[in-house]
T-cell receptor, first 127, second 110 residues
Framework: EVQLVQSGAEVKKPGESLKISCKAS????????IGWVRQVPGKGLEWMGI????????RYSPSFQGQVTISADTSVNTAYLQWSSLKASDSAIYYC????????????????????WGQGTLVAVAS | QSALTQPASVSGSPGQSITISCTGT?????????VSWYQQHPGKAPKLIIY???KRPSGVSNRFSASKSDNTASLTISGLQAEDEADYYC??????????FGGGTKVTVL
């Protein structure tokens, strides 16, 4: 069974750093892209970026490029989303999700659809 | 990179069919065959209901169907049921080498 289990809720102050995690199980971690999605409570979904754990290729949304860092550790089947200096506007629920796609020439590519989702991590940033 | 445009709300009576539109540009929906749709109930993670324009994942009701024409994708829910009341989001690949969501549509079952 494919499962993505995210780290727990965080309460932080502006300017602090943060790294949240998404631990995958039930499939080959290096064969599928993992994406991150932001949702401010009461608002819509925002696509942040996606990583291919096998070689750490990352694609960021232009809106989030430079604002967050996406990474993955294949030794623990875990993807990460981190901030170096949080702002109040970063307060939101963050979801990780496994992407589907196709494989060609020994490498897999994402079609962008997010098939399996984590439970979400609530990040609250306030002074 | 702008969000795709969806109607804020759509409503229908049980048993009816409704259609949600998702309008983009030739740089996203019109240029690629990578459109997906998600259903989200309050307090829950989104659920994939359509991928690659019109394909349904295993286990998703065949009451959900989708297509695209030019720069607009559409999701149709037939035989509307109370459990279909939720928010729906479209998503498309964009030529900025990333993906973009629509603003979301709240479906109300009257």
């Amino acid at each position: 069974e494919v499962q993505l289990v995210q780290s727990g809720a965080e309460v932080k102050k502006p300017g602090e750093s943060l790294k949240i995690s998404c631990k995958a199980s039930g499939y080959s971690f290096t064969s599928y892209w993992i994406g991150w999605v932001r949702q401010v409570p009461g608002k819509g979904l925002e696509w942040m970026g996606i990583i291919y754990p096998d070689d750490s290729e990352i694609r960021y949304s232009p809106s989030f490029q430079g604002q967050v860092t996406i990474s993955a550790d294949t030794s623990v089947n875990t993807a990460y989303l981190q901030w170096s200096s949080l702002k109040a506007s970063d307060s939101a629920i963050y979801y990780c999700a496994r992407s589907g796609g196709y494989c060609r020439g020994g490498r897999c590519y994402s079609s962008g659809y997010l098939q399996y989702w984590g439970q979400g991590t609530l990040v609250a940033v306030a002074s | 990179q702008s969000a795709l445009t969806q109607p804020a709300s759509v409503s229908g009576s049980p048993g009816q069919s409704i259609t949600i539109s998702c309008t983009g540009t030739s740089s996203d929906i019109g240029g690629y065959h990578y459109v997906s749709w998600y259903q989200q109930h309050p307090g829950k993670a989104p659920k994939l209901i359509i991928y690659d324009v019109g394909k349904r994942p295993s286990g998703v009701s065949n009451r959900f169907s989708a297509s695209k024409s030019d720069n607009t994708a559409s999701l149709t829910i037939s035989g509307l049921q109370a459990e279909d009341e939720a928010d729906y989001y479209c998503n498309s690949y964009s030529n900025s080498s990333s993906w973009v969501f629509g603003g979301g549509t709240k479906v109300t079952v009257l």
